[in-house]
């Protein structure tokens, strides 16, 4: 089929409305139960902030590709193809309650559909929009377990060695740590892959919708992110200890361990943005063309 510009005329708009409708129609229910149940978890909670950061960029990524004339050129087989993929999949992980599955399912069936409609070509510029929706999969409990604690065990050091060289009274047994007469535990909420998820997700959003041309710059801000997220909880578990420590426990719990989290994103996303600047300023002062070109 030869390549075509299709303009959004009154039956595409309510085609797409209708797509849309169905859409809801499945994956309402399956966000629902997701919500009351696998991301009511505090090892899970990222997912409603991973969601609505995913809807966001679909929609940034949409405007994007609005903004410029577009051609388009459709493959309806590799899209029903796709499409009915996803179906049997959502069926499958629907009626046993796979939420994995379910959520591959999505992005098999926004693919096929992209493809239907547009072509494989713009599918393939909505790859990162589509690769985002890994970031809501449920993870096997024992999965996250194993990744979990050595990552909680790390922040829970550095964070007894910060405050330390602060010197504040604090003391460490594995990932316990004692501040005054206080306690605190670095759960998983604290270190765990909810948090690491959340600010995975944050800097890669970071890095596309700033779209560097330089790959290699891209790269090395993609590797960089790990250490960031690092960094993030260890200041996040440090801000509970001392609010726990001149506050009091009540305090550490409350409304001000909830406002941590908002502070870890925060800082995150800040370290990021400093660090993409740091890298254009040495990139600029040592003429380190692969940083700023794709030269």
Partial sequence: MGATALPLNRSKALSYAFLLAALLVLFVPVFYDLFITV??????????????????????????????????????????????????????GHSQTVYLLSIISLVLILAGVLCIDFGHNIALKYWFALFFFVFLMPWPASLIDTITQPMKIAVSYAADQLLFAFDYPIARSGVILQIGPYKLLVADACAGLNSLFTLEAIGL???????????????????????VSFTSNVLRV???????????????????????????????????????????KIAEKFNLHRLLTND
């Avoid at 919708?209 to 790990?226: C, D, G, P, S, T």
């Avoid at 440090?238 to 001149?246: G, M, N, P, Q, W």
């Fill in 205 to 227: 959003l970071y890095i596309n919708v700033i779209n560097h041309q330089a790959f290699w710059r891209n790269v090395l801000l993609a590797v960089l992110i790990v250490p």
């Fill in 39 to 92: 991301w009511s978890s505090e090892t899970q909670s990222h997912g409603p902030v991973v969601l609505a950061i995913a809807l966001w960029f679909f929609y940034f990524k949409t405007k994007q590709l609005l903004s410029v004339p577009q051609t388009f050129n459709p493959s309806p087989w590799l899209g029903w193809v796709l499409v009915s993929l996803g179906l049997v999949i959502y069926v499958i």
């Fill in 238 to 280: 440090c801000t509970l200890a001392l609010i726990t420590y001149h506050a009091g426990d009540e305090a550490g719990q409350g409304f001000l361990h909830n406002f941590s989290g908002m502070l870890l994103f925060m800082t995150a996303l800040v370290l990021i943005i400093l660090i993409d600047a740091l890298i254009q």
